[in-house]
């Protein structure tokens, strides 16, 4: 009997024992499924997490490339870690590459001192900034230099610099050009008295003729100057287009009169365009422009076969007006239309290369521009600009072309 006793009492405790086992096994299947669903919540965080750092990684890249300012990021030995297109475009694509260059200018290996160089490269006008990237404990752990482009900025300060010394020459001219006036209006005055003192066709009347012929070109070199100085002050007149073009017209028929009697070959003169068109210019002004581009042309047809000068005004739809004056002569060349507009620059050897920069300030004074269009056989010189409050003229007979050889 005592055997049975000890045998069940095993039993039981061999019961106790598994129940207390099941239930452990219960409690750790329990808390590994928590685990799982823990860790499956953290997998699942980790990788929003990852994809958000991706994301913000593209944009930054992204950021970084759009820039308009070169970016390099290199460690503190000296390996680049990362540069952006900018870079690529301005010293190059491989690292190698890219350090030669950094060392030449001076910015890299990296001077505590210096934080910001200008470096002239390859026409571009550059400033590098330098900074140090730091980790949480305040060490150095590497190094950005961003690439500035100036050269526009550099170019426009030169710009204001020309502009200023151009200014300060303008008016040390007109000074000049003023004190020359009065003396030289003397000597005109008096050279013409004495032509009529002396006998024509002497010697002596031929020497007085050539003198008054070189004070008034001095005359005209001085108001050329004068009128490239001062800046144009508009007095907007309302102008009948036909009316406008027909003063100037007589004028310049006048001029090839005068030429065609020094023995000079004909220039045939047309003169048109919206006849009836009424705008709003300074007359004055306009004047000088249409004549400076108009004798220029006569003065680059000398001695040319079958020559002929157009000269046009027309209002487009628009409302933009242009004065239009074409020639058939050599054109010009490559090399001068560059230099077209600059003060002082003529390719005739008695030009004084004032004309056409005077054109061109009277364009700018109305709102406007010149333009021109050559090749050998066809020169167009256009000053363009808003009509101003527009009519057409009743009495006028709407679109004419008057054609006439001088």
């Known amino acids: ?111 505590d001192s210096v934080s910001q160089t200008p470096v002239l490269w390859k026409g571009r006008s550059l400033i590098v900034n330098h900074s140090v990237v730091q980790d949480r404990e305040g060490r150095p752990a590497g190094h950005v230099l961003i690439l500035t482009d100036r050269t526009r900025i550099r170019e426009m300060e030169e710009e204001v610099s020309r502009d200023r010394r151009l200014k300060e020459m303008g008016e040390m001219v007109a000074t000049i050009a003023h004190e020359l006036r009065n003396p030289l209006g003397s000597l005109e005055i008096f050279a013409s008295l004495a032509q009529k003192e002396v006998s024509p066709g002497t010697p002596l009347s031929d020497w007085v003729g050539y003198m008054r012929v070189q004070v008034g070109r001095l005359d005209r070199l001085i108001g050329n100057l004068l009128s490239y100085t001062r800046p144009p002050e508009i007095v907007l007149d309302r102008l009948v287009v036909g009316e406008f073009l027909s003063r100037a017209e007589a004028d310049f028929r006048r001029i090839l009169e005068m030429r065609s009697r020094a023995g000079d070959p004909l220039i045939r003169l047309t003169v048109g365009g919206d006849m009836n068109a009424v705008i709003e210019a300074d007359e004055a002004l306009l004047y000088q422009a249409i004549y400076n581009l108009v004798t220029n042309s006569f003065q680059v047809l000398e001695g040319r076969p079958d020559a002929e000068v157009v000269v046009e005004g027309r209002v487009s739809e628009d409302g933009t007006v242009c004065f239009s004056v074409e020639d058939n002569g050599p054109g010009i060349s490559e090399a001068a239309k560059e230099h077209v507009c600059a003060p002082f620059f003529s390719t005739r050897p008695k030009g004084t290369g004032l004309g056409l920069s005077i054109v061109h300030n009277i364009a700018e004074a109305h709102k406007g521009l010149m333009v021109f269009d050559s090749r050998p056989g066809r020169t167009v010189f256009q000053v363009r600009f808003p009509a101003g409050k527009r009519s057409a003229c009743p009495d006028s007979p709407g679109r004419d072309k008057r054609e006439e050889a001088s």
Not at 58 to 75: E, N
């Open 1 to 111: 009997m005592p055997g049975e006793v000890q045998e069940r009492q095993n039993v039981s405790m061999l019961s106790e024992a598994f129940s207390t086992f099941r239930e452990a096994s219960d409690r750790l299947v329990s808390t590994y499924q928590g685990l799982e669903e823990k860790i499956a919540e953290l997998s699942r965080v980790i990788r929003e997490k990852d994809r958000a750092l991706d994301s913000q990684g593209q944009f930054l890249d992204a950021v970084l490339k759009s820039l308009s300012t070169g970016v390099v990021v290199l460690t503190t030995g000296g390996r680049i870690l990362w540069s952006n297109p900018r870079v690529a475009e301005w010293v190059g694509e491989q690292e190698s590459e890219i350090l030669e260059v950094l060392v030449d200018w001076g910015v890299w290996p990296v001077s």
